[in-house]
């Protein structure tokens, strides 16, 4: 995850400093790479691969290694691009293709390793994109700006090769373990109205939050702020998520599973467990848009509005299990539950690559746009007010969490 989707998070610094050099200057296609790459293709392809390696299942090392060929490939062939069209089948596709194959694998063994403590195991598992991303934002910006697009990318290649490699020597399966029995396909969670609206809900989420990160430090840098400053804010906002998904996974951990054994309702807890996690995330990071970024012309708003975001939207994933519990309805479907997993996170890789394509496109609206003292410093203002919006339209969820609870009689605590 720390090579895989951390690199991704990092493409702010790529995107400014791409547009601003040759031999990319000025072309906004650059701007579709950190949505196609780990955020939307790794995500995109998680259903069809947690159905291959369903449970323990002797083909997920191998396809981790396959991952690994093409994080490396991928890298050296960014580095010795010269067209918008290379660095995006490069850097993009080819890396996103290649971090989707380490990550199924990966959800599938954090899922075999963790029964009870999933959420907080999911908040480790994913605030660890977030360690990568601190630390390599500001240090990529000094990169770029030092020895430029090729040596950082070759170096790249190298650097995660020779981690991820490490990382494999001690990957391996849960020992004594019961094997489920294989288990068909089974549609009936898909026919919920739950099912429907939590996926919406992903999709809404996933169109605003990845986002900010590549647009912040382009607004920052136009409204005066050093490369430094502008990148430190991507590490801010990465620092925020490191803390967040955890301490979501824990209130998950806690409001869930301790709640159910003192009132013996596991349902109607794990409803609840949902739903209040599920409005702090979208209408919080609503807010942080709406507000501090829209008004933020000082650099210390801008800090607190990824102090906010970082923390609350990014930790919107660490939900995934539990809307998938949520959807199947039984702890005894573990492969269904996998699988709806694997389908809302491709709902989300689909409105990340989709976002790219708008944000662009909304981003363009103010292209021409001197930068002002008006709302979304003038260039950005309808940017942000799509962002905000979809954000705070993502709360949608909630409904069907709590039309599920209302119809649904509670089940014992067994």
Known sequence: MLKSAGFGSTFGVFR????????????????????????????????VLLRVINDRNPRRKPMMI????????????????????QIITTQGFLYGIGSGFLFAPSISFIDEWFLERRGLANGIF????????????????????????????????????????????????????????????????????????????????????FLPGVYLTSYATDLGVGHLGAAMLLSILSISGMIGQPLFGILMYVYVFQLALLIRLIHTSDHCGICIPLLLSTLVSAFAVGVLWGFG????????????????????????????LAIVGSRDSPSDELVVSG????????????????????????????????????????????????????????????????????????
């Open 16 to 47: 400014e400093y791409y547009f601003n050099h040759p031999p990319f200057q000025g072309n906004q296609l650059v701007t579709e790479i950190g949505v196609m790459n780990i955020q939307g293709l790794l995500q995109l392809m998680s259903p």
């Open 66 to 85: 396959v991952g690994l060929v093409f994080v490396v490939t991928s890298s050296l062939g960014a580095a010795y691009s010269t067209t918008p069209a």
């Open 126 to 209: 994913f605030g660890s994109n977030n360690v990568a991303a601190a630390a390599l934002s500001p240090l990529f910006s000094y990169l770029l700006r030092r020895f430029g697009s090729r040596v950082v990318m070759i170096g790249w290649a190298v650097v995660s090769g020779s981690c991820i490699s490490v990382a494999l020597l001690f990957v391996r399966s849960r020992e004594h373990r019961p094997m489920p029995a294989v288990q068909g396909a089974s549609f009936a969670p898909y026919r919920r109205p739950l099912f429907w609206l939590l996926a919406l809900s992903m999709l809404l989420q996933g169109l605003a939050n």
């Open 297 to 324: 012309r000082a650099y210390w708003m801008m800090v607190m509005f990824v102090i906010l975001f970082g923390s609350f939207s990014f930790s919107f994933i660490v939900l995934r299990s539990h809307f998938a």
């Open 343 to 414: 389908v809302l996170i491709a709902v989300r890789g689909v409105a990340c690559v989709t976002s790219g394509f708008m944000g662009s496109a909304v981003a363009k609206l103010g292209e021409d746009v001197k930068i002002s003292h008006s709302y979304g410093a003038g260039r950005y203002k309808w940017l942000i007010v799509f962002i905000g919006v979809a954000m705070a339209a993502a709360a949608i969820g909630a409904l069907g969490v709590w039309h599920d609870k209302r119809d649904s009689p509670p089940e014992e605590f067994a």
